[in-house]
């Protein structure tokens, strides 16, 4: 890795990031994301799921559009939640902490978001607005991340206090910090639901039961219902305040689930199935991606644009009339959220991760891990291990393992029946453009807050 020293990089760098304006007839408009934690994206009742209790996502998404093909950045929240929050992938941002360190020497430990000058709220602070967080965001404090407001005061070693019990026992933070705004605010919303503990109420865990739902999965379910209920708060504050329709909202599941338990597996209880959270399979990654803002967006369209995490914060700073930045390859989907048509560029999406748990239920784990009958052993890879994404194909590879998958999303979604070793001739062409990522990442380039009046690039 090199490093070009310029003095003038800074104010180029908030040149490029002067707003644009709004359409003239339009004010600009609060914007409001809601983050799902732990949800596999057919968990709930706008997508079909026969079980699922979510009256109030469900008129969400009557009431928006859906892009049916959303894609986190990674399949569990840290990594993912960076992407939101910085418009990059959980790669590029462990290189950019290389870069932390070599300006401001030893950075305290989950703290270098407090040099990153491209994070969301502080680029919508250049577009006018205020901003809060409240629950999960990982990446520090609310302040070190830009934030003008939020629980996350303290770090601890797993997550920051006040980011588990937000939305869990109140949500009130939030509707302080709305009351008392005269600007256009921003509002992270990731109340840790229905994550691990599962701790539904009695009334909640009854919906459920009754069904053949398994014990904790009837927990699991009944969390999730929390999580709609908890949003349905908000939905009715916003209408209370009469600033529901100069809102927009968006909804996102931060990474993958999957209720499928397998016995004797401890660890599943907190995790769920291995085809979920933490894996290399779709349902780790994907997720529905609602938009909803009725001065430009008609209800009820279902979208099929492959869109990622990237994307959403790019519509984000798109809807505030800012703009991205040159480390985020993220494009704003808002003239497809509003027309139900457009040019898009993405075809697939390709991620790469260090460590993931045991792949597939169908290999045994011997091939990837010294004990066979750890079915939930980590998979970690200094090289990187890569999966691709499109209509069609889920691929994934692990160099130096002799590991490849690869699963037909339209007929196998669950990912039950591997077709690597019966489709050799699409290998080929997957695994190059995989390991094309690698030139994709050492090309970004990155910039921090400097230590003095300096800025430093990333190549």
Known sequence: ??????????????????????????AKPNILLLIGDDIDYSYYGFQGHELAVTPNLDQLAAEGVVFENGYATASVCQPSLRSLLAGIRSYTWERMKQLIRKVHGDV???????????????????????????????????????????????????????????????LQPLFDFIDSQTE????????????????PSEELMDLYRGKGLLPGAVRYFGNLSRLDRRFGEIRAFLDERGLTDNTVI???GDNGWETRLRPGSGLASTIG????????????????????????????????PIVTFEDVYATILDYAGARSHVCSRGASFRHIAKHGHGTWHRRHVLLKAVTVRNPIADVRASRLDDNPDNDLAAVSNEDGIYMRRGRK??????????????????????????????????LGAMRRRALAMNEEIESIRCMVLPADTNAIEMR
């Open 1 to 26: 890795m090199s490093f070009r020293f310029s003095t003038l990089l800074a104010a180029i760098c908030l040149a490029a990031f002067v707003p644009h304006p709004l359409d003239a007839s339009t």
């Open 250 to 252: 968006i909804y996102v």
């Open 393 to 426: 194909w889920a691929y994934s590879y692990v160099p130096g393992r002799d590991f490849e998958q690869l699963f037909h999303l339209m007929r196998d979604p669950m990912g039950d029946h591997d077709l690597a070793v019966g489709r050799r001739d699409l």
């Open 184 to 199: 256009p605010w921003f509002a992270w919303v990731a109340p840790a639901l229905p994550h691990h503990p599962f701790d």
């Open 108 to 170: 305290p430990y989950r703290r270098e978001s407090r040099h990153v000058y491209f994070t969301l709220p502080r680029l919508l602070r250049v577009a006018g607005y205020k901003s809060f967080a409240g629950g999960k965001m990982w990446e520090g404090t609310y302040e070190d991340a830009g934030f003008d407001a939020g629980t996350m005061e303290k770090v601890k070693f797993i997550g920051v206090d006040g980011a588990d019990r937000f939305g869990r026992e109140s």
């Open 273 to 304: 199935g291995d085809r979920g959270k933490l894996s290399v399979h779709d349902r780790g990654f994907r997720t529905p991606i609602i938009v909803r803002w009725p001065a430009e967006i008609a209800g009820g369209n279902r979208l099929d």
